[in-house]
């Protein structure tokens, strides 16, 4: 209730009028008048002057000293804000949690960073999923390996260096893929040779080409681009 809520019914209750009957003398409605005496409206000037006249009371002054009141109540407190010292609260460090890492799954997809034999993740690079895809390729089909030597130093490829592979088994004449032979994995130039039958690509920094069988060979991969290790 407001102070002014509150003497408007004591006024009323007093001259023994109903809610109804004052809001007929006024102009409003019985549940306009119980909403001003409770608090969940206010009133304007006007049709406060117009209920002190029917009850026979200066209502005004009521209301005077409500804003009076409020405007020092309000001072008070910016007053004892300013006297409660502010002091630096150092906040827990927050760990995200398993159901954040599943919300942002269908918009940033973490990428792994293998060693050169996939043995191992040594690190992740998180991408922005656009269109359902990472880089226009499936999220799914995208890894990385780090080069482990430097037998593509012709190519301008050098150890620790970042390859970024899709991983698809098909093959493409004149492209780096990711290849697995003698059960050790490679990233090598790949070739047609004799036809579609073999495979040449070149093994060591002498520049010595190898011919292989395709049945030999097995694709892991086709590279997408190399990330230089500036370190």
């Known amino acids: ?9 004591e006024e009323r209750v007093k ?3 109903t809610p109804k009957q004052l809001g007929k003398k006024c102009g409003v409605t019985e549940s306009f008048i119980l909403d001003i005496e409770s608090g969940r409206k206010i009133i304007n ?3 406060l002057s117009q209920i002190s006249k029917v009850l026979g009371s200066n209502l005004e002054e009521s209301m005077v000293l409500e804003v009076s009141f ?4 309000e001072t008070t407190e910016k007053k004892s804000q300013k006297l409660i010292p502010s002091s630096s609260i150092k906040r827990p460090e927050v760990e995200p949690l398993a159901q954040w890492e599943d919300a942002l799954s269908n918009i940033i997809k973490k990428i792994p ?7 191992a993740i040594k690190d992740y690079k998180s991408f922005p999923i656009i269109d359902k895809k990472v880089e226009g390729f499936h999220p799914d089909k995208l890894i990385y390996i780090e080069i482990s030597d430097d037998l593509l130093t012709q190519y301008r490829i050098k150890k620790g260096d970042r390859c970024l592979i899709y991983l698809n088994q098909e093959f493409t004449n004149g492209a780096f893929h990711l290849i697995e032979y ?6 090598r130039k790949l070739k047609k ?7 040449q690509f070149v093994e060591g920094l002498d520049g010595k080409a190898l011919i292989k069988d395709r049945k030999e060979i097995k694709v892991l991969g086709k590279l997408v681009r190399v ?5």
Request: net charge positive; aromatic share 4%.
């Open 1 to 9: 209730m407001s102070r002014v809520g509150d003497r408007i019914k």
């Open 15 to 17: 001259k023994g009028i």
């Open 45 to 47: 000037e006007k049709l």
């Open 70 to 73: 409020d405007d020092k109540k």
């Open 113 to 119: 960073i293998y060693d050169m034999q996939m043995t």
């Open 182 to 187: 003698d059960d050790k994995k490679r990233l």
């Open 193 to 199: 040779a004799e036809g579609n039958n073999k495979i």
């Open 227 to 231: 990330e230089i290790d500036f370190k």
